[in-house]
């Protein structure tokens, strides 16, 4: 059964006059020490993880590239259109079928859409609720996923950060 770790991103700076354009929003330095000590607490847990997919905006690429640092191994960081905020969780399962080989894929997201993402994976009628930094981690029978996925586990940043 493959693994599918859906990834809040870090904290980020605020939106407003200095970042009018949402998608370069960097993360904040509390952001990424925070990350870092998420990737090692969820490094201990030994994810085995092959790739790290994430959204194109710059929040979510930086804490994919923590995550990847954290976790010690040499693991491919591809940017994943369909993680872009608004696309539909149907469409995301779809593209995950390029990937039908990997064992454990991390996904790097934002919010509303890992909430929306994770519902529609395990069946739930709501949304799961992820904090920036927030992890869980949902087994499917195959790539692309249908509904009926398991949830396997969700841990919130400071869980994560108590591993380390």
């Known amino acids: 059964m493959p693994a599918l770790y859906l990834v809040r991103h870090a904290i980020a700076e ?23 000590a998420i990737a090692a607490g969820l490094r201990t847990l030994e994810p085995g993880i092959k790739v790290i997919l994430a959204s194109p905006l710059a929040r979510a690429q930086s804490t994919a590239e923590i995550l990847r640092n954290g976790l010690k191994g040499d693991l491919p960081v591809e940017t994943f259109e369909e993680l872009t905020p608004g696309t539909p969780p149907e469409d995301v399962a779809v593209a995950l079928g390029r990937f039908k080989n990997v064992s454990a894929i991390a996904l790097v997201g934002h919010e509303p859409d890992l909430g929306q993402l994770a519902a529609w994976l395990i069946g739930a009628e709501e949304p799961l609720q992820f904090k920036k930094g927030g992890i869980c981690r949902i087994d499917v029978a195959g790539l692309p996923p249908k509904k009926r996925g398991r949830l396997n586990w969700l841990a919130t940043p400071k869980m994560l950060r108590g591993l380390a």
């Open 14 to 36: 605020d939106r407003g006059p200095k970042y009018p354009d949402d998608t370069v929003r960097p993360l904040t330095r509390e952001g990424k020490s925070r990350m870092k």
